[in-house]
């Protein structure tokens, strides 16, 4: 939670110094975008942090329109309305109005400006309405296609033409009060934010010029996240920090505009990624590993085949051949003996000893290799190849969404045992039934890395693993597959009194299977008593023992109650003994913040 008051408070902290830098008559009134992130928690806190600052909300649909409503007072922050409407939030934005607050409407399609003046009309309120441009400058990044002429919101400039003569006829040329545009989320390159500033600038301009009071130019989101902390122009890094941002922001829409002669607008931004990204962590546990074949070991018993002689003489004969030749030959002879095992002329013993032999090759190829640069690309990938799994207690289409969806790459380590070096390469596999559960791209310095470095995982002791930056998007828009609920949540705020310099304000429990099931139209009840009476029908007939029938109830019921994950088992050490036993020290948790 200090994350997040950190963020709001460093962004309006660069764009009032970048105001103050270049003598800027204007001001910066951010927003929050709630879509990116809509927990209570997290909006209260982002208005909390950015009270003295002003710092409003962006809705884009009439549930995020209640929200906002409810939560800002008259006459405070900035209310942004974007998204497609219909009557019913146009309604609810001028109701807004009525309440005096700063509510604006901005028009993202042509038809929505007469049902606009209808509403208004009816009301007896004046609208304050916004344009969002559809800028010819396009975005760069993972959401380059969703800017640009075929974005899907936005008017062109013909659009916006019609517009604004809709609203000359209707008398309502004191309502258009800002112009909007969107270059996409996380735009790693500010050269693609400072092009798409000076285009939306032009529009400002001109329809100051045209004579509507303007005084708004909200700037949109793009702000990105330094995921991989290359700062470069790679798609999962930004070339520019939150101050050069608010800087070249503030420095292209005043050179624009002292050029046209036009006052200097007050500047809106939208950024939510980079608010709300650093705060969340998602730390889970590694249950299991699933590795490759070991070491050749013996040879079945029998006459040896050929195709098992030619691979021992290739592990053998380690200096015979050069590396890349070598591989090539294991891994004919692997794929001679896979098809004479499908002909039926390999047993499955053989088989099985085949897989070793290549899989032990590729061990001793990967480890003669490893230190040097230039290695064929061929030989390069036996570091994937030959990587664990290790299986994880979470689900990747519940927490870690966009990784699937868009292969965003997200910071991930181990958060323990930092004092010794990780020997395992590995790639990260959830619990869903889905072969799509898995993460194996990982974050190298402007490249992508195939897997990543773990511990050995130890008997009866857990082994935890955090990704970081997940705190955009991932919390609300994970979904139940496998009906895999919402994991445990802590709220944790640093503060230098406590012992351990932390205190959680608030622990929330994920969700239960029941929980899960209820939202999928099944009654946990109706579940129990359909179990109960198949138990009964069971017992009846001698079956099963009463007893065991009362055991099975019982555990149906007591499961559908807990949580959806696993429960890893552990073997119950043995009590040391009443001397050894150190006393135990409860801490008390102060709930108020620092």
């Known amino acids: 939670q200090d994350l997040l008051r950190r963020r709001v408070v460093q962004l309006n902290e660069s764009f009032l110094k970048a105001v103050d830098s270049e003598d800027y008559s204007g001001k910066y009134r951010g927003v929050f975008p709630i879509k990116v992130n809509q927990l209570r928690e997290v909006v209260e806190e982002i208005l909390d942090a950015g009270e003295p600052y002003g710092f409003g909300l962006e809705a884009g649909s009439k549930p995020e329109l209640l929200i906002a409503l409810a939560l800002l007072e008259a006459n405070g922050p900035l209310l942004i309305c974007n998204g497609y409407k219909d009557d019913e939030f146009i309604e609810l934005a001028l109701m807004g109005r009525k309440l005096g607050k700063q509510t604006i409407i901005v028009i993202e399609q042509v038809s929505e400006v007469d049902a606009i003046i209808r509403t208004a009309r009816r009301m007896g309120v004046v609208p304050h309405i916004g344009i969002r441009v559809k800028l010819t400058a396009t975005g760069e990044g993972k959401w380059a296609e969703s800017t640009g002429e075929n974005a899907k919101f936005g008017l062109t400039a013909s659009e916006i033409m019609v517009a604004v003569d809709k609203l000359r006829r209707a008398r309502m040329t004191d309502a258009l009060r800002l112009v909007h545009f969107h270059i996409g989320s996380q735009v790693p390159n500010i050269a693609t934010i400072k092009k798409a500033v000076v285009e939306a600038a032009r529009y400002y301009c001109e329809l100051s010029k045209m004579g509507f009071p303007m005084g708004l130019l909200d700037v949109g989101g793009g702000l990105g996240i330094d995921y991989d902390g290359s700062r470069s122009a790679f798609e999962s890094s930004m070339n520019y920090s939150m101050e050069v941002y608010a800087r070249d922001v503030v420095a292209s829409i005043k050179q624009v505009c002292e050029a046209s002669g036009v006052a200097h607008p007050d500047i809106v931004s939208e950024s939510g990624r980079a608010l709300v990204a650093p705060h969340s962590i998602l730390i889970f546990e590694a249950v299991d590993r699933i590795a490759r074949d070991g070491n050749a070991g013996a040879p079945p018993r029998g006459k040896s085949h050929p195709v098992i002689r030619e691979l021992e003489a290739i592990l053998k004969n380690k200096r015979k051949f050069d590396p890349l ?112 559960g898995k993460v194996d791209d990982f974050i190298d310095l402007e490249d992508v890395r195939r897997t990543l470095s773990l511990h050995p995982l130890k008997k009866d002791e857990p082994y935890y693993i955090g990704a970081f930056m997940v705190g955009a998007y991932q919390d609300i828009m994970g979904d139940l597959h496998n009906l895999f609920g919402r994991v445990n949540e802590a709220h944790v705020f640093l503060e230098d009194d406590e012992e351990d310099g932390f205190y959680l304000e608030e622990t929330l429990e994920g969700y239960s299977v029941e929980r899960i099931l209820g939202m999928i139209q099944y009654n946990a009840e109706d579940l129990c008593r359909m179990l109960k009476r198949q138990v009964d029908r069971a017992t009846r007939a001698d079956s099963v023992k009463p007893r065991e029938g009362v055991a099975m109830v019982d555990l149906y019921e007591r499961l559908i109650r807990g949580k959806t994950y696993l429960i890893p088992h552990r073997s119950k050490k043995k009590p040391e003994s009443r001397k050894a036993k150190p006393s135990l020290k409860r801490k008390s948790v102060r709930r108020t913040r620092g």
């Not at 030989?379 to 868009?406: I, P």
Request: aromatic share 10%; charged share 30%.
């Open 325 to 436: 030749e070598r591989y090539h030959d294991a891994k004919e002879k692997k794929e001679e003996a896979h098809s004479r095992f499908t002909l039926g002329y390999l047993s499955l013993e053989q088989r099985a000893y085949v897989d070793r032999l290549f899989w032990q090759i590729c061990r001793d190829l990967r480890a003669k290799l490893a230190n040097l640069h230039d290695v064929p690309d061929e030989l390069a990938r036996l570091d994937s190849m030959l990587a664990e799994q290790y299986v994880c207690n979470f689900s990747v289409f519940q927490s870690l969404l966009d990784h699937w969806a868009l292969d965003q790459l997200f910071p991930i380590a181990p958060i323990h045992r930092l004092n010794e070096r990780p020997t395992i390469q590995a790639t990260l596999a959830d619990i869903t039934c889905d072969s799509d």
